[in-house]
């Protein structure tokens, strides 16, 4: 199983939006609703952001959204803050019953 | 409050074994599905392995035949056993609630595989 395909880095000034690509296949984003993102901060454990495709936890800001569109999943996150610079993690379910993340995406708060 | 915490990483040396654990805490862990995840130094996550809330077990190629997820439901904890350990196996590893998405993660523990 490949990894999802996501850009290595993005970057935006406070209060902008930003949006961060993740691509997959047939066989995992295009062929379930269980996509997830992952914010991580450096030295930490990734904390979920998104499930389900464009679903919140409890706790975290609705400045954070998701989408998906054929093979290809978006997370958005609107009034961008420094505290938002991390890593973020794409994940999906897939066909074979296991879990594939993609290589991540460096945020960076200009 | 959700807490998962590993414990069981250390340095070991190729070819070596290793079991690690997650105990948790904070929600009923048999009716939830586990999972490991790991990252390598300065790398992204690589899903390892999960375990279903009725013991059905799920394992990346990387690790087949050489890693064995388990559960003790009576103890609340998650086990990962490691066999025949590689260089390529350092990283650090976390345990999750979850296995179609990963809901919480425990603060991993780091395992060095190395001479």
């Known amino acids: 199983q490949s990894a999802l395909t996501q850009p290595a880095s993005v970057s935006g000034s406070p209060g902008q939006s930003i949006t961060i690509s993740c691509t997959g296949t047939?066989?995992?984003?295009?062929?379930?609703?269980?996509v997830s993102w992952y914010q991580q901060h450096p030295g930490k454990a990734p904390k979920l952001v998104i499930y389900?495709?464009?679903s919140r936890p409890s706790g975290v800001s609705n400045r954070f959204s998701g989408s998906k569109s054929g093979n290809a999943a978006s997370l958005t996150i609107s009034g961008l803050q420094a505290e938002d610079e991390a890593d973020y993690y794409c994940?999906?379910?897939?066909?074979?019953?296991?879990?594939?993340f993609g290589g991540g995406t460096k945020l960076t708060v200009l | 409050e959700v807490q998962l915490l590993e414990s069981g990483g250390g340095l070991v040396q190729p070819g070596g074994s290793l079991r690690l654990s997650c105990a948790a805490s904070?929600?009923?862990?048999?009716?939830?599905?586990m999972t490991w995840v790991r990252q390598a130094p300065g790398k992204g996550l690589e899903w390892v392995s999960s375990?279903?809330?009725?013991?059905?077990?799920y394992n990346a190629d990387s690790v087949k035949g050489r890693f064995t997820i388990s559960r003790d439901n009576s103890k609340n904890t998650l086990y990962l056993q490691m066999n025949s350990l590689r260089a390529e196996d350092t990283a650090v590893y976390y345990c999750?609630?979850?296995?179609?998405?990963?809901?919480?993660w425990g603060q991993g523990t780091l395992v060095t595989v190395s001479s």
């Open positions: 994940s999906s379910y897939t066909s074979t019953s296991t879990l594939v």
């Open positions: 389900d495709v464009s």
């Open positions: 375990i279903s809330s009725d013991d059905i077990t």
């Open positions: 047939s066989s995992d984003v295009d062929g379930y609703n269980y």
């Open positions: 999750g609630r979850g296995r179609l998405q990963v809901g919480f």
């Open positions: 904070g929600f009923t862990f048999s009716s939830n599905a």
